[in-house]
Each structure stands twice: as C-alpha cells, then as structure tokens.
T-cell receptor, first 115, second 110 residues
Framework: DAGITQSPRHKVTETGTPVTLRCHQTENHRYMYWYRQDPGHGLRLIHY???????DKGEVSDGYSVSRSKTEDFLLTLESATSSQTSVYFCAISESGGGAFYGYTFGSGTRLTVV | SQQGEEDPQALSIQEGENATMNCSYK?????LQWYRQNSGRGLVHLIL?????REKHSGRLRVTLDTSKKSSSLLITASRAADTASYFC??????????FGGGTRLMVKP
C-alpha cells in the first residue's frame, strides 16, 4: 500500500528466538498501530504509538514490545517467539487517533510462522 | 474481545445482486468504519460514519448507523465478482484506537 511498507513479508523462526518486524511510513502520520489477525479472532491490537517514543499497550500485548525512535518507523519485537504467536501481523497508520477522520491505512502484512 | 460483531459470517450471492452486511457493537462510539480485505492483502478503508450521522453513501456503498440499537449495516449494490472479499466493521471511541469485528466473507459468483 502506498506510503506504508512492512518487512519482512514472510518469516519462519524457531521457538524461543527474538523476532523484529518493521513498519515504515512515508506519510508523516502521528499514529501507528500493530495488529495481529487470526482465524476466528479478527484483528486484535497489540501496541500502538501516538508519537516518537510514545507507545501504549493494546488488547494482546503480552510477549510483545515496540519501539518508535523516528516518526517513520515502528518496530514490533517478539521477545521470545512462541507457537501461539504464529499469525499475520498488520501495521496501520493514521493522521488522527482511532482514524477518527480519515480511517487507517494498512500495510500488506507479515506472515510469521513460529516452529 | 471484539467490540463489533458482523453478521452474517459468510455470504454468497450472484453478480448483480445486492449484498447486506450487519455490524453490532457494545459500547458508545464516536465513529464506525468499514474496511475490505482481499485474500492475502491488507485492509482497505471504505467508509466512515460519525455517531451523529444516520446514513452515508459512497459509490455503490451505503452505510447506515443506528446508535439506539448499536448497529450498522453495509449495503453493496449491483455487486461484482471483484467485490469478493472479507468486510470488517471497526468502531472508534474517544480513545486513540479502532476495535475490529470478526468480519463477513462475501463471495460474488459471476
């Protein structure tokens, strides 16, 4: 999607290893979000950021940490990957909190498999 | 937990027919949004309706919102095979995040 890219697109990792997913935007939006998508659960918020170095937890934050040292980058780290973290991870950006005026723009997703 | 719940979970129609999807939510909102997701892709924002609005149109899309019933509907008129996708409602409140429902899988048969 224009203005937002996620990397890597696919990753297979072993249980117990740390993994970092990257979200990069060129839109200069203040808000950035990490969601995971699983069958039967829809999209669930992991963490979000409302500015550089300003982050907050979402619904399913256990086992995840985030960092935002620059406006354009929002990193999601799985500290010690577990099989329950096998999922598709989406990053989203927004000009306003909760996408209140223009909605969210989503990245194409990262498919993570923990074996 | 999901704030929005879509109904039905899956819908199959013929090209040219109308498709209606419903979303119910539990707590007060200040806006409700609908997104489309094609298989293997990210979500795409379709339309946003504010809590003080009752109906909104965008092309072949019509969204209604009934805050007294805490429900919304998305109508796609004259559906096309290209409309085949999953559709999600998302609710926003005074906070900084959206809460998404589980989605409706729409299949439009040519």
């Amino acid at each position: 999607d224009a203005g937002i890219t996620q990397s890597p697109r696919h990753k297979v990792t072993e249980t117990g290893t740390p993994v970092t997913l990257r979200c990069h935007q060129t839109e200069n939006h203040r808000y950035m979000y990490w969601y995971r998508q699983d069958p039967g659960h829809g999209l669930r918020l992991i963490h979000y950021s409302y500015g550089v170095k300003d982050t907050d937890k979402g619904e399913v934050s256990d086992g995840y940490s985030v960092s935002r040292s620059k406006t354009e980058d929002f990193l999601l780290t799985l500290e010690s990957a577990t099989s329950s973290q096998t999922s598709v991870y989406f990053c989203a950006i927004s000009e306003s909190g909760g996408g209140a005026f223009y909605g969210y723009t989503f990245g194409s997703g990262t498919r993570l498999t923990v074996v | 937990s999901q704030q929005g719940e879509e109904d039905p979970q899956a819908l199959s129609i013929q090209e040219g027919e109308n498709a209606t999807m419903n979303c119910s939510y539990k707590t007060s909102i200040n806006n409700l949004q609908w997104y489309r997701q094609n298989s293997g892709r990210g979500l795409v924002h379709l339309i946003l309706i504010r809590s003080n609005e009752r109906e909104k149109h965008s092309g072949r899309l019509r969204v209604t919102l009934d805050t007294s019933k805490k429900s919304s509907s998305l109508l796609i008129t004259a559906s096309r095979a290209a409309d085949t996708a999953s559709y999600f409602c998302a609710t926003g409140n005074a906070g900084n995040m959206l809460t998404f429902g589980g989605g409706t899988r729409l299949m439009v048969k040519p």
